[in-house]
């Protein structure tokens, strides 16, 4: 089965930059479709960024521009860079994988694989 193992989030100012990581085992990660979702308390999950097998990319309205989706391919990392994070950036954010390479990328049900969630916190 795939594994995905988030290593910690973070707090930051608004303003702030953080960087998430996501370390991805159990297959081969070039055949991976990639995402970050996030939920925050009260509302519904929200794909932030995804990333296809093929490299390309998508994002949210409300990342787009702010945040870019990267991976390593060596280390087998996926990355969330986030930049001039505000408040309603807070959220429990999963990174998550499916071989499903069809369909909208940030849908969140597409998604077999999910990491265990990390807190980021603007503030």
């Known amino acids: 089965d795939v594994q995905l193992v988030e290593p910690g989030g973070g707090s930051v100012q608004a303003g702030g930059s953080l960087r998430l990581s996501c370390v991805v085992s159990?297959?081969?990660?070039?055949?991976?479709?990639l995402g970050w979702f996030r939920q925050a308390p009260g509302k519904e999950p929200e794909g932030v960024a995804a990333?296809?097998?093929?490299?390309?990319?998508s994002y949210a309205d409300s990342a787009e521009g702010r945040f870019n989706i990267s991976q390593d391919y060596a280390s087998h990392i996926l990355y969330l860079s986030m930049n001039s994070l505000k408040p309603e950036d807070t959220a429990m954010y999963y990174c998550?994988?499916?071989?499903?390479?069809?369909?909208?990328?940030?849908?969140?049900?597409?998604?077999?694989?999910w990491g265990q969630g990390t807190q980021v916190t603007v503030s």
């Open positions: 990333i296809g097998s093929d490299g390309s990319t």
């Open positions: 998550a994988a499916t071989f499903y390479a069809y369909g909208d990328p940030l849908y969140a049900p597409r998604y077999d694989y």
């Open positions: 159990g297959y081969t990660f070039s055949s991976l479709c």
